[in-house]
T-cell receptor, first 112, second 115 residues
Framework: AQSVTQLDSHVSVSEGTPVLLRCNYS??????LFWYVQHPNKGLQLLLK??????LVKGINGFEAEFKKSETSFHLTKPSAHMSDAAEYFC??????????FGQGTTLQVKP | DVKVTQSSRYLVKRTGEKVFLECVQD?????MFWYRQDPGLGLRLIYF???????EKGDIPEGYSVSREKKERFSLILESASTNQTSMYLC??????????????FGQGTRLTVV
């Protein structure tokens, strides 16, 4: 069975500093992995997806994530946080039946 | 652009009422999903469907049923609403793909309050 664990429920950074949101997954086969972002009162938007073509995946708004099979991790990073990055972020693994399995979410706070 | 449309943004219903949440997608996607989102719990899958008239239970199907009579429409039904079903409900759709190409597209959500 597939599962995903987001290691931090809340992350706070200062504007202009790096962002790291951690995600570990469990999968019995090569997984499909995604990061989604949800801004307040907005729908879920796809940030990036792991396609197995490259372990470092670039997404929108300067975010990227690195797939590390040995560590079963898919952490989301951004070199420099912006105030507009404040949102909730979800790491997602896709099962072999097509179901999307969500982590509990990480709330990112960006301080001026 | 893919569009997933949920019929209501906000709903207030009374305990015991039968509640219908409607979702329509315009991209001919095979898969459709209903999730509920609660603080600290992330998104939990209620039901999903991979074809017309086909459905599978997700992680929390109790108290819910679904209907998929047409490919573009997936309805969530609360047979007898209870206060513990107060939540944000999200509909999603995706292509029938087991790979990363089958990313899901989400509606704006329906915030349901049961009083």
């Amino acid at each position: 069975a597939q599962s995903v664990t987001q290691l931090d429920s809340h992350v706070s950074v200062s504007e202009g500093t790096p962002v790291l949101l951690r995600c570990n997954y469990s999968s019995s086969y090569s997984p499909s992995l995604f990061w989604y972002v949800q801004h307040p009162n907005k729908g879920l938007q796809l940030l990036l997806k792991y396609t197995s073509a490259a372990t470092l995946v670039k997404g929108i708004n300067g975010f990227e994530a690195e797939f590390k099979k040995s560590e079963t991790s898919f952490h989301l990073t951004k070199p420099s946080a912006h105030m507009s990055d404040a949102a909730e972020y979800f790491c997602v693994v896709k099962s072999n039946t097509g179901k999307l399995i969500f982590g509990q979410g990480t709330t990112l706070q960006v301080k001026p | 652009d893919v569009k997933v449309t949920q019929s209501s943004r906000y709903l207030v219903k009374r305990t015991g009422e039968k509640v219908f949440l409607e979702c329509v997608q315009d991209m001919d996607h095979e898969n459709m999903f209903w999730y509920r989102q609660d603080p600290g719990l992330g998104l939990r899958l209620i039901y999903f469907s991979y074809d017309v008239k086909m459905k599978e239970k997700g992680d929390i199907p109790e108290g819910y049923s679904v209907s998929r009579e047409k490919k573009e429409r997936f309805s969530l039904i609360l047979e007898s609403a209870s206060t513990n079903q107060t939540s944000m409900y999200l509909c999603a759709s995706s292509l029938l793909s087991t790979g990363a190409l089958g990313e899901a597209f989400f509606g704006q959500g329906t915030r349901l309050t049961v009083v």
